[in-house]
């Protein structure tokens, strides 16, 4: 099964509510590159398809996090059920479609010269933040719950530009938020490594 294959089981099988088709529709439309846009330019998974495998890698570690009996023994941590999980990781990240253009610069090689080499801008047509870009483009598609939006919302954590104060008081307020920054950071660090110097 490929990533996309995968990813679209996953949300047909658990995203049920109402506009989820119309989303899951756009993101598999030539509107959108979010099956072969990368999931940086030069940090991790910058490379095609990049930003659906960080996806599904952060599904994974979400879903992973949840299953743990630690969560529930040590921080009594409430369930929350498949369809959240898998909105607030499967789709963490839609802010990222289309803000990846291929390009090509300059670059000095080990014996002093200089050669073209392909590598990502971004260039961002709705520069609206990150989180709340994610929260901001899937509500026009669908409802989000509360802890969902604050979850997508804050899931860069500390990383943010953000008053720190409104992080911790997310992360506080809503538990989803602090794992799927969790995950995102696993995946981000621990999954996907060192950036790739590859188109």
């Known amino acids: 099964m490929t990533d996309k294959e995968r990813f679209i089981d996953l949300y047909k099988t658990h995203i049920h509510r109402d506009g989820a088709d119309k989303l899951l529709e756009y993101l598999d439309s030539p509107a959108s590159d979010f099956f072969t846009a990368p999931a940086s330019t030069k940090f991790h998974n910058n490379v095609p398809g990049g930003l659906l495998s960080h996806s599904l890698n952060v599904y994974d570690c979400l879903v992973s996090y949840y299953k743990s009996e630690r969560r ?4 009594g941590l409430s369930d929350v059920s498949d369809e959240t999980l898998a ?3 499967l789709l963490h990240d839609v802010c990222k479609v ?12 080990e014996s002093g010269v200089w050669r073209q080499v392909p590598y990502y801008e971004f260039k961002d047509e709705l520069p609206y933040g990150h989180g709340e870009k994610s929260v901001y483009v899937i509500s026009g598609f669908m409802r989000l719950s509360r802890e969902e939006a604050f979850a997508i919302r804050y899931h860069m954590g ?3 530009e953000d008053d720190p104060r409104n992080v911790g008081a ?10 799927l920054s969790i995950a995102d950071t696993e ?6 490594g060192k950036p790739k110097n590859v188109l």
């Open 72 to 75: 529930t023994q040590l921080f």
């Open 87 to 89: 909105v607030v990781a």
């Open 170 to 179: 997310a992360f506080e307020m809503f538990p989803l938020a602090l794992a």
């Open 158 to 160: 500390f990383s943010n």
């Open 98 to 109: 289309n803000v990846y253009k291929e390009s090509k610069r300059n670059v000095k090689d």
């Open 187 to 192: 995946a981000t660090y621990y999954l996907e």
